[in-house]
C-alpha cells in the first residue's frame, strides 16, 4: 500500500521548479531590459561611443551583471539584432504575405505588402539596424549573426522562387538559391543607404515600390502579371 504524500511534501517538491521558473523569468527580463536599453541609447550615439557602462546604467544594472548577460556591447547588438530579424520573419509567415501566397492572388499584391511591412519592421528599429549594416563585415559578433539572418531571409526567398516556378506563375531563370540571395543583399544595401541619408530622395514608400518592382521583374520578368490558379 502506498503512503500518502502530504501537502507539505509536495510543496517542497514544487518549490525548486518554481524558484527555477521565477529565475528563469527574471534573467529573460533582465536581457529584455539590457536589449532596450541599447537599442534606446543607439537612438542618439552610434556604438562606438557607447561602453558596457553605459548601456548597463540604461537597462538599470550594475556594469558586473552587464557582463554576466554579454561579453562585449557588440555581443548584445548581435543579440538585439537577432531579436530584430525574428519581427522581420513573422512578417514572411504572415497569411497574406508574399512568401505564403495562395495561388489565386495577385504576386504583386502579396509581395507589396510583405515589403511594406518589413520595412516598417527595419524602419522602426533603424538605428540598430544602421549599425549592423555598416560594421556587419568587421566586427566577428556582428557579422557572424548578420549573414545568419541574410542566410534565412535568402532560404525563405529562394523557396518562394522555386514555388511560383512550380506554380508556372514564374518563368525558370537563375539559381533560385542565387536569386534570392542577391535579391536580399541588393535590399540590405538599399536599406542601410536609405538608413543613413545617402539616397536623400529615397524615403519608405519609394524604396518599398522600388524593392516591390525589382522583385518582381527579377522573379517574374513582369510588373504584374495575372495570378496562376
Request: charged letters at 30%.
Amino acid at each position: 500500500m502506498s503512503e500518502k504524500v502530504s501537502s507539505e511534501t509536495l510543496l517542497q517538491i514544487a518549490q525548486p521548479d518554481g524558484r527555477s521558473q521565477r529565475a528563469q523569468r527574471r534573467k529573460e527580463r533582465r536581457n529584455e531590459l539590457i536589449l532596450d536599453a541599447l537599442e534606446r541609447l543607439l537612438e542618439t550615439k552610434p556604438l562606438r561611443e557607447l561602453g558596457a557602462e553605459d548601456i548597463a546604467e540604461a537597462a538599470g544594472i550594475a556594469r558586473s551583471r552587464f557582463y554576466f548577460y554579454y561579453k562585449s556591447k557588440h555581443e548584445a547588438l548581435a543579440m538585439l539584432v537577432r531579436r530584430i530579424a525574428d519581427e522581420v520573419l513573422a512578417v514572411y509567415d504572415l497569411p497574406d504575405s508574399w512568401f505564403a501566397r495562395e495561388p489565386e492572388g495577385r504576386p504583386r499584391d502579396s509581395l507589396s505588402v510583405s515589403f511594406q511591412r518589413m520595412s516598417e519592421v527595419w524602419r522602426k528599429h533603424g538605428a540598430a539596424v544602421r549599425e549592423s549594416c555598416d560594421m556587419w563585415n568587421a566586427v566577428p559578433e556582428v557579422s557572424n549573426i548578420w549573414q545568419q539572418i541574410m542566410s534565412g531571409l535568402a532560404e525563405a526567398t529562394a523557396a518562394a522562387i522555386v514555388r511560383e516556378r512550380k506554380r508556372g506563375a514564374a518563368p525558370e531563370g537563375p539559381d533560385p538559391n542565387l536569386l534570392a540571395q542577391s535579391l536580399v543583399w541588393q535590399g540590405e544595401r538599399l536599406l542601410f543607404l536609405t538608413l543613413i541619408g545617402a539616397m536623400k530622395e529615397m524615403h519608405g514608400e519609394e524604396l518599398d515600390e522600388v524593392g516591390t518592382s525589382i522583385w518582381m521583374r527579377a522573379i517574374y520578368l513582369a510588373d504584374d502579371p495575372e495570378p496562376v490558379g
